[in-house]
């Protein structure tokens, strides 16, 4: 059910905070007793340091879902995403943690975001032990993802484009890019609909109707706020692709990575200066350069993991563990490039967010 866009209310801050941790309720979780996963003593940042050998994070219940996704048998490209997006989910909840102890969330807003942020994670990776909702995950062209887009429309745009004889190889494989960046937007807006519409339940469940009348939540209409910011850059976003998948790349484009399409896009309709513009376009160059290094990694992980298990399937101890070790360097340096380009991209965002926002 789509939620109701008039509705407003403001919970109490104890039933607010059980509103926006109950999606949590659904991943496996052990008591949280002493010493457990889920304790002070493992999750707060002062404990950082006292991470135990071997462990990939600092805060224990990001441990526990990269164990459940390991087990899972993601693809390595997959892995590294997901390490990545674990990494900062992990420092911005342990700086939200340093804030809360100086009193500066007490409308819960920061909280609120980092739950939601963690949802959309565990539903991108097939976490949220629901069947349907991983996303395609191979960001190289081959003939076991072209068929993987799971919608008609973008499976006829696709169809129509590789078939036309206008795009090369290599400009094939960036337009397969855009169809995979577009899927995973309309994918994290049907994650912020459903949250939404359940904490809007939540709401009519405990409040009653006089309250609903009279109480506005800042919250829920930042939510709705996004929601529709959300639909209008999936709309523009198909645009886009009909476009180029009938007419094919100009030969001059400002930037050819999807991600930095969108935020320049954003950023000529946000409230910069001129000066404070060109800044940003030369940054987000600078961006799309980090971006082609990642993919180029990514492409050579995915090389690396098939040349070692064919060399493990001859059963050669020398060139098996030649190749492991390749691969596994491999695998830190994607892991690590990861990591930065959504910390930038992060940052980037953020900027372009607080420009609208000064606009609106």
């Given at each position: 059910m789509a939620p109701h866009r008039d509705r407003v209310s403001t919970l109490p801050r104890l039933q607010l905070l059980v509103l926006l941790l109950l999606p949590l309720l659904l991943v496996p979780q052990p008591i949280a007793g002493h010493g457990g996963k889920y304790s002070r003593e493992k999750n707060e940042p002062e404990m950082a340091a006292k991470r135990e050998s071997g462990e990939e994070f600092r805060m224990e219940k990001l441990n526990q879902l990269w164990e459940k996704a390991k087990?899972?048998?993601?693809?390595?490209?997959?892995?590294?995403?997901?390490?990545?997006?674990?990494k900062i989910q992990e420092r911005d909840e342990l700086n939200w943690k340093k804030l809360k102890v100086e009193g500066l969330d007490e409308d819960g807003e920061k909280e609120a975001k980092l739950v939601h942020n963690l949802n959309v994670i565990l539903a991108r990776y097939g976490l949220d032990g629901r069947k349907d909702t991983q996303t395609v995950h191979s960001n190289a062209l081959n003939e076991d993802t072209q068929d993987e887009l799971g919608d008609p429309r973008l499976e006829k745009l696709w169809h129509k484009a590789k078939t036309s004889g206008k795009f090369s190889s290599e400009e094939l494989d960036k337009l397969w890019r855009e169809f995979l960046h577009y899927k995973e937007k309309i994918h994290e807006y049907n994650v912020l609909l459903d949250s939404l519409s359940r904490a809007e339940e939540?709401?009519?469940n405990l409040l009653s109707p006089s309250d609903m009348t009279h109480i506005k939540s800042d919250t829920l209409a930042s939510k709705h706020s996004e929601l529709k910011d959300r639909l209008r850059s999936i709309n523009q976003g198909l645009d886009r692709l009909r476009k180029v998948s009938h007419q094919g790349y100009g030969p001059a484009t400002e930037f050819?990575?999807?991600?930095?399409?969108?935020l320049w896009d954003l950023?000529?309709?946000?409230?910069?200066?001129?000066?404070?513009?060109?800044?940003?376009?030369?940054?987000?160059?600078?961006?799309?350069?980090?971006?082609e290094k990642h993919n180029h990694y990514q492409k050579q992980l995915e090389i690396s993991h098939q040349k070692l298990k064919h060399v493990e399937s001859i059963g050669d101890p020398e060139h098996i563990s030649r190749n492991k070790e390749k691969y596994v360097l491999l695998e830190e340096k994607t892991k690590e490039l990861g990591y930065k380009v959504k910390k930038h991209?992060?940052?980037?965002?953020?900027?372009?967010?607080?420009a609208r926002h000064n606009e609106l």
């Open positions: 087990r899972l048998h993601l693809s390595p490209v997959r892995l590294a995403e997901l390490h990545s997006d674990l939540g709401y009519e050819e990575e999807p991600r930095v399409i969108d950023a000529q309709s946000a409230n910069f200066t001129e000066k404070e513009l060109e800044s940003f376009r030369e940054e987000l160059k600078h961006f799309e350069a980090k971006i991209l992060q940052d980037l965002s953020s900027r372009v967010s607080r």
